[in-house]
Antibody, heavy 121, light 112 residues
Framework: EVQLLESGGGLVQPGGSLRLSCVASGFSFSIYAMSWVRQAPGKGLEWVSGISESGDTTYYADSVRGRFTISRDNSKNTLYLQMNNLGAEDTAVYYC??????????????WGQGTTVTVSS | QSVLTQPPSVSGAPGQRVTISCTGSSSNIGAGYDVHWYQHLPGTAPKLLIYGNNNRPSGVPDRFSGSKSGTSASLAITGLQAEDEADYYCQSYDSSLSAPVVFGGGTMLTVL
């Protein structure tokens, strides 16, 4: 079964850090581009970051650039999102998603169940 | 403000047909990039509904269809069912942006 399982969310104080992980199974992780997408309370879906299949190319939304770092370990079938200097505006459910190809042109055909990040003092 | 524009809400009675529009620009939909549609129920993972403008993944009923023309796209749902009540998002690619994957703001579908 094709599956993505996120972990690492939780409650963190403003200015703090968290690292999200997403373990993939049931497909050849190393040949697909991957993304992180979030949904803040009461808001729509927001694409946060993307990474190429090799990890050589990364993309970031303006709202997180300079604070978040996406990476992947193809030997562990795992996608990461290192989040630093978190603010209340980063409170959201974070989903990892598999692109249906090696580029972010393609749709996101597999999604994880999401992990909740709450930034609050 | 989302790069792709969707109506905030649509509604319809069971059995009816509804459409959800998605308006972009010459740097995304109008540039020839595909439009994809997702269904999202609260507390669950978003689900791919339509990919490549008008293709349904396996398991998606043929009541759902997509189309694209110029700088816009549409999702049509026929034979509306109570289980269709959800949020729907269009998504495309915008080569002019450093964050090239773009979503619409989402449309809440209410089945009356």
């Amino acid at each position: 079964e094709v599956q993505l399982l996120e972990s690492g969310g939780g409650l963190v104080q403003p200015g703090g850090s968290l690292r999200l992980s997403c373990v993939a199974s049931g497909f050849s992780f190393s040949i697909y581009a991957m993304s992180w997408v979030r949904q803040a309370p009461g808001k729509g879906l927001e694409w946060v970051s993307g990474i190429s299949e090799s990890g050589d190319t990364t993309y970031y939304a303006d709202s997180v650039r300079g604070r978040f770092t996406i990476s992947r370990d193809n030997s562990k079938n795992t996608l990461y999102l290192q989040m630093n200097n978190l603010g209340a505006e980063d409170t959201a459910v974070y989903y990892c998603a598999k692109q249906d190809g090696s580029s972010h042109y393609y749709s996101m055909d597999v999604w994880g169940q999401g992990t909740t990040v709450t930034v609050s003092s | 403000q989302s790069v792709l524009t969707q109506p905030p809400s649509v509604s319809g009675a069971p059995g009816q047909r509804v459409t959800i529009s998605c308006t972009g620009s010459s740097s995304n939909i109008g540039a020839g990039y595909d439009v994809h549609w997702y269904q999202h129920l609260p507390g669950t993972a978003p689900k791919l509904l339509i990919y490549g403008n008008n293709n349904r993944p396996s398991g998606v009923p043929d009541r759902f269809s997509g189309s694209k023309s110029g700088t816009s796209a549409s999702l049509a749902i026929t034979g509306l069912q109570a289980e269709d009540e959800a949020d729907y998002y269009c998504q495309s690619y915008d080569s002019s942006l450093s964050a090239p994957v773009v979503f619409g703001g989402g449309t809440m579908l209410t089945v009356l």
